[in-house]
Structures are given as structure tokens and as C-alpha cells.
């Protein structure tokens, strides 16, 4: 009686005792249940239809306009929602059903694993009873009991074990006696041990107690769930949630018909580019199957009017470019759950920019950097008109924005504030598949396109490593000879390992093996972060400046770069990041 799927049938037996689903005989309507007839009443069309009933002389009782509709509602127990009858069969097909269906067949197994079955209690009872609580110390125990109670049983406990211990990774032990009759008069008791190793944070396990029923010759298992909390009390005090989290339900979004301008950050304003850059907007027909809300439904329509059948030399490009279009859709609609209303900006007069506080910034929720575009508006005005301000500077909790001299907002005025999606990386990847070249070779190289084979053992014991450990190494010494000795044109090497495994020194140690043979080789390092590329910039620091360059993106924070790089850069009078001219960096 306490399961889940009991709890959503007893809800479903109450919202029919309240009065199953009704037909409106006037206006042929179905309504979901008895409480939909006053609002039904009131609207117009069946207020017209009831007095035209009047006029024509027909005298029509309440009761014999809304009745008891034949095809009654179907109470899905799983997913909690009222579907009709007739659509039974179709909602059980759905994503939604199944999903939540394998969830609750889960969490009924570990429900019944966690119950005292077959004359076996265990002591403490309770859901929460093998909680640890909070310790500040990192180290706590727990007794228990386990007790028959049926004298005619007789029932070993087999083993009691932690299910992490097996790994080697818990932090909780168990001391019982096992392989014995467990007593009828008195219980067995154990205890149960908890030691963080110094370690903090919540910890999790489960106690798993295995018994055997020798009158009946069957095996069972009663679970416990162990918790455990380490921390200072003071810091947990302050760190805790202080209500359940709701995720905030996404909006529709009022067209933006009219925007001022804002003002560019000098940095990005004064980049100067010498090929211009395509907008790359998608397509109206694309943004309307984005748009719909079955994801079947729209990813039929776009196999069917977009994406290649298959990704070849002729079509990757096309493919790349629809499924970056795909991924702007998506971080736009992720967006506009950031957007706030009633939000006040903090005049700074001397910078001439306004603070927006953004609740996440600091976990990069919404992810903001400078030069990104956001939009308020008038908190309450009717109005569309909207003022773009672009991001000057992004601090802990807020970010500057500088918006055009127009802009004069009042003191303590609020504002609704709407996030845009910076798509300048977008738009240059688009241009990246567009300019064409070399990419046929380097994602879909042939024999003719592979110039080298591997390395002969004479060659690799030739080169000299400046990394000692690199030439006790025979895998990275024979990827560091051949990255060496490839023909220019030759499709991509790539060097793959777990985590641990030596791939940054070993790309190290062929940057410097190709500069020792090849002072004159000009070789772009880039990495998927500004903290990988910082690690790869930092182990070459053995450089000169003049061989060394650590190229930031303009919209980076100059207090995230390592201080051992500051002088591999180059900043601007504004104190950002810039890109020197091409000729010097010849």
C-alpha cells in the first residue's frame, strides 16, 4: 500500500469519485470531468447555442445538457495524466510511457529489495534508519539487528557485504556473524562502519544482506541504503538547499520587432578582418520543423528534406552544415530559460555601462563573455521595443553593459532582460566547411593520400629526445618519429590514449623534435579549451618569445591566463586580448 503505483491508483480512484469525463449535448463538446462545466458555461459559443435552445421554445434541464460521456476516460497509474479511452493504446506506445514505465520497474525492484520479507526484520526499521547523518569528523557507527519472526523458520544469514567494497572504493564496512542459524529468541546483531579517509562530501552505498530459507530452499536478499555526510557544520549550514529545485518551465518569446543599438566593445570592434563572414542564417522551412514539438515527426522531415542519406566526400560538408544549424536551434531555445523580468541595472557613470546581476554566471549559467548581445526591455510595457547592450566586462555575479546614449534608464527602473547567442563561432565554422581545400583529404584520406609509413627501428633510435621519459618509451618514441617525418599534405596523425596516458608530452615532444629539425616550421597548436591550450603553451615555455606565441580570443578575461604566459601574449591599451598583424607573426 505504499508503493508508487498504488499511491497513482488511489489518486485515480479519487478524481473519479469526483465525476468522470462529460459531453455538453449542445455543443458536442467533451470535457475531461464535471469540475470543466462551470468554465464551459461561460464561454461564448455555448452561451449563443443555449440561447437559441430558449428562443426556438426547447426548455432544457442542466442535467440533460452535460452527461456522463461513453468514452470515459482511460487513468494512466504511470504516467498520472487522463488520456480518452480510445487513445489508450496510442499513449502507451508514446517515448513519455515507456520511459516512466522502466523507471518505475526499477524503482518497484529496489523498493521490494529494500523491504523485510520471509519472517526476516531488521532493526533499525525505516527507510532513512541506516542514515549517518552529518559528521563533522568523517567517522561514525551504526548497530543493527536482524531478527526471525517466525519460530518455525530457519533461515543463515549467507554473507553481508557493501556493494562498493567489492571494487575497493567505500567508505562503509560491515562486522556480522555470517553462515550461521540466525537465533529465534535473540536477534544477530551487527554494526556498520563509516570512515571518509579524510575525504569530504555526501557518501552513498548499499548493505546487502543474503539469506537462505532452509525449510523452503530459497535464497533472498533484504537491502539497506547507507548515506553519510562530511563536512564543517557551518559551511553545510550555509551550503544547503533551502527549498526543492524547480526547473524553470521555458517561455514563449515575444517577437522583437524593434532594437537600438548598442556599443561594441573597443577589443572586437577594433579586429580588423581581411575575408568578410557570411551570416549563415539557416533556412525559414528549417527553423519551422525545429520549431514543431515531436522529435520524430521532425527528425522524418529533415532526413527527408535536408540531411544526406549518407556522409561522403561530396555531401560532409552540407551534412556538417545542417547539424550546426541543428546545435544553434538547440543553445537558443537552452537560452531562454536564463531570460529575468524585473531586473534593475546598477549605473556605473565613470565606465559609462550598466551592471546586470546574472544569477550563475559564476557556474557559467548562462555562459556569458564579452561581446555578447543582451536585449531589455521596459519591465510592463506593452510595447516591443527593445535595447541591445553589448557585454564590456563579466565579473563573479554580473556583467557591464554599454548600450547607445539614448539609453537613459530611471533610477530603480525595472527591465525585462532576454540573453542572445553569441553566433560569431557558429558563423566561422560555417565559413571553415565553405572554404573547402584539404578537407576531402583530412577526414576521408586514401592510400594515396598516406606519404609515410611507419618509422623503421633505425630511424627511431636516431632521434635524440629532449624529454628523457619520453625515450624510455617505445609507443610515444615511435609517434613522436613519425609525426616527425611527415611529407607536407599528409592526412591527420592522431595520437589516442585514456586519461594519463602521456598525450600531451608526447604532442610536446614532436612540437620541439619538428622546431629541432625545422627552425623555420610554423606549427599551429590548438586545443577544445583555454585550460588544455594554457597546458600544451605552458610545457613549451622552454621557447623563445620569438618562437612562442599564446593566442587569446579577445573576449577572454586576462586574469584566467597562467602568469608563467603573461609574456607569450599580447594584450591592447584596453587591457584584452588582440591579435597582432599578420605580418609580425610571420
Known amino acids: 500500500m505504499k508503493g508508487l503505483k ?17 459531453r455538453c449535448t449542445l455543443c458536442n463538446i467533451r470535457l475531461a470531468s464535471a469540475a470543466d462545466i462551470p468554465l464551459h458555461e461561460r464561454g461564448r459559443a455555448h452561451q449563443i447555442k443555449l440561447k437559441n435552445a430558449a428562443t426556438s421554445g426547447r426548455v432544457i434541464n442542466r442535467d440533460q445538457i452535460f452527461v456522463d460521456d461513453e468514452d470515459r476516460n482511460f487513468e ?38 529494500e523491504r523485510d520479507k520471509n519472517g526476516i526484520a531488521i532493526s533499525p526499521p525505516g527507510k532513512d534508519a541506516f542514515d549517518f547523518g552529518f559528521t563533522e569528523s568523517g567517522r561514525a557507527t551504526l548497530d543493527f539487528s536482524v531478527s526471525v519472526q517466525n519460530p518455525a523458520l530457519r533461515i543463515v544469514l549467507q554473507s553481508a557485504s557493501i556493494s562498493k567494497a567489492i571494487k575497493g572504493r567505500s567508505c562503509f564496512s560491515v562486522d556480522i556473524q555470517t553462515k550461521g542459524y540466525i537465533p529465534v529468541k535473540s536477534p544477530l546483531k551487527g554494526i556498520v562502519t563509516f570512515d571518509s579517509k579524510r575525504s569530504r562530501g555526501r557518501f552513498q552505498d548499499r548493505l546487502e544482506l543474503i539469506f537462505h530459507d532452509i525449510t523452503a530452499q530459497r535464497r533472498f536478499a533484504i537491502v539497506k541504503s547507507l548515506s553519510a555526510i562530511v563536512s564543517n557544520r557551518e559551511d553545510y549550514e550555509v551550503l544547503k538547499p533551502s527549498a526543492p529545485y524547480i526547473p524553470k518551465g521555458a517561455r514563449k518569446r515575444e517577437v522583437v520587432k524593434e532594437i537600438e543599438e548598442g556599443v561594441r566593445p573597443p577589443a572586437i570592434a577594433e579586429i580588423k578582418w581581411t575575408v568578410s563572414l557570411p551570416d549563415y542564417t539557416m533556412a525559414k522551412s528549417m527553423k519551422t520543423i525545429l520549431d514543431m514539438q515531436g522529435m520524430q515527426e521532425k527528425i522524418r522531415l529533415l532526413r527527408a528534406g535536408f540531411i544526406p542519406r549518407a556522409f561522403t566526400r561530396e555531401t560532409h ?63 510592463g510595457s ?46 566561422r565554422m560555417h565559413q571553415a566547411l565553405d572554404t573547402g581545400g ?41 609517434a613522436v618519429t613519425a609525426i616527425r617525418n611527415l611529407s607536407p599534405g599528409s592526412p591527420p596523425f592522431v595520437v589516442f590514449g585514456p586519461p594519463g596516458t602521456g598525450k600531451t608530452v608526447t604532442i610536446v615532444e614532436a612540437i620541439r623534435q619538428i622546431l629541432a629539425a625545422n627552425p623555420a616550421a610554423r606549427i599551429f597548436a590548438c586545443a577544445p579549451s583555454n585550460s588544455a591550450a594554457d597546458l600544451l603553451a605552458e610545457r613549451l615555455t622552454v ?27 599580447r594584450k591592447n591599451d584596453h587591457g584584452t586580448f588582440y591579435v597582432p598583424p599578420v605580418e609580425e607573426l610571420r
Open 6 to 22: 498504488h499511491a497513482t491508483m488511489v489518486k485515480a480512484v479519487a478524481r473519479g469519485a469526483e465525476g468522470g469525463p462529460k
Open 76 to 113: 494512466c497509474a504511470i504516467c498520472e495524466i487522463q488520456v480518452w479511452q480510445s487513445d489508450k493504446a496510442m499513449h502507451e506506445k508514446t517515448a513519455r510511457h515507456r520511459r516512466k514505465e522502466r523507471f518505475l520497474s526499477v524503482r518497484a525492484a529496489l523498493d521490494e529489495a
Open 317 to 379: 560538408a552540407r551534412m556538417l552544415h545542417i547539424l550546426l544549424w541543428i546545435e544553434e536551434h538547440q543553445s537558443s531555445t537552452d537560452l531562454e530559460r536564463y531570460d529575468q523580468e524585473a531586473m534593475t541595472l546598477q549605473p556605473d557613470n565613470a565606465k559609462r555601462l550598466y551592471f546586470l546581476p546574472v544569477p550563475g554566471l559564476a557556474e557559467k549559467r548562462p555562459s556569458v563573455i564579452v561581446g555578447d548581445r543582451i536585449l531589455v526591455k521596459h519591465h
Open 382 to 427: 506593452p510595447k516591443p521595443h527593445w535595447w541591445e547592450g553589448f557585454v564590456h566586462v563579466v565579473r563573479l555575479n554580473d556583467v557591464g553593459l554599454c548600450f547607445n546614449d539614448g539609453f537613459k534608464p530611471l533610477n530603480g527602473q525595472k527591465f525585462d532582460v532576454r540573453f542572445c547567442l553569441g553566433r560569431l563561432p557558429l558563423r
Open 438 to 478: 584539404y578537407l576531402s583529404r583530412l577526414l576521408f584520406p586514401t592510400d594515396v593520400d598516406v606519404k609515410n609509413r611507419k618509422p623503421s627501428e633505425g630511424t627511431i633510435r636516431m632521434i635524440t629526445t629532449m624529454n628523457k621519459l619520453i625515450g624510455e618509451n617505445p609507443q610515444q618514441r615511435l
Open 543 to 569: 621557447l623563445t618569445k620569438s618562437q612562442l606565441f599564446r593566442l587569446n580570443a579577445p573576449s577572454r578575461s586576462s586574469d584566467q591566463l597562467p602568469k608563467k604566459l603573461a609574456e607569450f601574449s
